[in-house]
T-cell receptor, first 115, second 116 residues
Framework: GDSVTQMEGPVTLSEEAFLTINCTYT??????LFWYVQYPGEGLQLLLK?????DKGSNKGFEATYRKETTSFHLEKGSVQVSDSAVYFC??????????????FGTGTRLLVSP | NAGVTQTPKFRVLKTGQSMTLLCAQD?????MYWYRQDPGMGLRLIHY???????AKGEVPDGYNVSRLKKQNFLLGLESAAPSQTSVYFC???????????????FGPGTRLTVT
């Protein structure tokens, strides 16, 4: 079945550093791709998404580009803040055999930003 | 607009006890989902529902039952809790693809369950 692989964490950065969190996927067909963020003690929130190849999703300074040729959707931010400390999940939508689309999540990458 | 709410927030059960987790959404979403989150494993789908009165099994359904009697509510039941069900449980909801053409899920704040 479809799957998502994320880099192991935690990723530890100083404030204003550049962030990259790698995400690659395996899928049949043409899934949509998502990044969700989970702040401490909270549920997941959609951060950004891309629905087709070469689309770039962006939100709150974060960006990710849907690269079909490398099956990747890496998350980037030019200058991280302490408030960005959270767990980031890459996910894809999988239609599956029943035709129902469900999300397949990666294992999550914890980001820790220090002042 | 409260979004997706879950009750309770925390619960401790003894092995063999039963309980029901309640999820409610006020966004008129057609689809609802229950996930469990375990360290190093991301989120795994337990059961889902594509409409009132319908439910289906997800990736890890064993030991759980669900019901969707009203469109806005989705209940997750544990009939005989086991230590392996210690986890954080998240409910989510979404529009159907035919309604909005896109697919993003809205999550509740989670329920932390410990089974001793």
């Amino acid at each position: 079945g479809d799957s998502v692989t994320q880099m192991e964490g935690p990723v530890t950065l100083s404030e204003e550093a550049f962030l990259t969190i790698n995400c690659t996927y395996t899928a049949t067909g043409y899934p949509s791709l998502f990044w969700y963020v989970q702040y401490p003690g909270e549920g997941l929130q959609l951060l950004l998404k891309a629905t087709k190849a070469d689309d770039k999703g962006s939100n709150k300074g974060f960006e990710a580009t849907y690269r079909k040729e490398t099956t990747s959707f890496h998350l980037e931010k030019g200058s991280v803040q302490v408030s960005d400390s959270a767990v980031y999940f890459c996910a894809l939508s999988d239609r599956g055999n029943t035709g129902f689309q469900k999300l397949v999540f990666g294992t999550g990458t914890r980001l820790l930003v220090s002042p | 607009n409260a979004g997706v709410t879950q009750t309770p927030k925390f619960r401790v059960l003894k092995t063999g006890q039963s309980m029901t987790l309640l999820c409610a959404q006020d966004m008129n979403h057609e689809y609802m989902y229950w996930y469990r989150q375990d360290p190093g494993m991301g989120l795994r789908l337990i059961h889902y529902s594509v409409g009132e009165g319908t439910t289906a099994k997800g990736e890890v359904p064993d030991g759980y039952n669900v019901s969707r009697l009203k469109k806005q509510n989705f209940l997750l039941g544990l009939e005989s809790a086991a230590p392996s069900q210690t986890s954080v449980y998240f409910c989510a909801s979404s529009y159907s693809i035919r309604d909005r053409g896109s697919y993003e899920q809205y999550f509740g704040p989670g329920t932390r369950l410990t089974v001793t």
